[in-house]
């Protein structure tokens, strides 16, 4: 190989070689991007694991059930022929929680006397609401409105959704499998380049071997 074709030959191996580190660069920074969304992941699925919902437990159990319905503004405030609670929900001023205002007005109240929500029928937004402090359930014992504790409650249950559970489970190993390939996938592309840079620094080596000797040889011929 003369002079001017190992220069040009060395030429491009070092372009190779730059663009073989740039890519390895490229890769590892997106592997640590994937660390951090698997991480991110790892958190919000431990999270969502222990988010805990109220249901009611019409027998006075206060156990699990995947059975027990969520505990809801309906129920609370339905009579027990109705398969209620016949409770009704106050806010944090004593005002009684209504998704609407009584019509006719009962006697003795006014408009005052209550507050108008017409999202207490959401379970997430009504039990929100209670677990913040913002609504309180009351009980009627011997005519005197009583706040019912919904830790101390044997009809209020606090526990995990089984049924979210299952599909929170599998939506996480799913996303992480899939996360998986992704990563091993970086590695493999990461292993090929690097193996690849090796071979164009060999060959590199071997070319300015050759280029050196090109120059020795010039210099002994013209010296």
């Known amino acids: 190989m ?14 190779r070689k730059n663009n073989v580190e740039f890519e390895i660069e490229q890769l590892t920074q997106q592997k640590l991007m994937l660390a951090n969304q698997m991480e991110t ?12 919902h109220l249901y009611y437990d019409p027998q006075g159990y206060g ?10 503004y309906q129920i ?8 209620g609670m016949g409770m009704r929900v106050t806010d944090s001023y004593g005002r009684i929680v209504v998704t609407e ?13 209550y507050a108008v929500e017409p999202y207490a029928t959401q379970a997430d937004y009504f039990e929100n609401n209670l677990k913040t402090g913002n609504w309180y ?26 049924g979210d559970f299952t599909v929170a489970n599998a939506e996480y190993n799913r996303k992480m499998e899939s996360l998986e390939r992704i990563d ?16 164009i620094e060999t ?18 011929t013209f010296g």
Do not use: H
């Not at 156990?63 to 809801?72: A, E």
């Not at 205002?101 to 006397?113: A, I, R, S």
């Not at 359930?137 to 089984?162: A, H, P, R």
């Open 63 to 72: 156990s699990s059930s995947t059975d027990l319905p969520r505990l809801s």
């Open 2 to 15: 003369g002079m001017s074709a190992s220069q040009a030959r060395y030429l491009c191996l070092t372009a």
């Open 184 to 199: 091993k996938k970086f590695d493999t592309q990461i292993q090929q380049l690097a193996t690849e840079q090796k071979a």
């Open 101 to 113: 205002l009584p019509d006719p007005m009962p006697e003795n109240m006014t408009v005052e006397n």
């Open 203 to 220: 060959e590199m080596d071997s070319v300015k071997k050759v280029i050196d000797k090109n120059i020795e040889e010039t210099f002994k």
């Open 76 to 83: 609370v405030t339905s009579d027990p022929a109705d398969g």
């Open 41 to 52: 992941e790892a958190s919000l699925w431990s999270d969502g694991m222990n988010i805990q």
């Open 137 to 162: 359930i009351q009980k009627n014992v011997n005519g005197q409105w009583e706040d019912e504790s919904l830790d101390g409650s044997s009809y209020i249950y606090q526990g995990v959704d089984k």
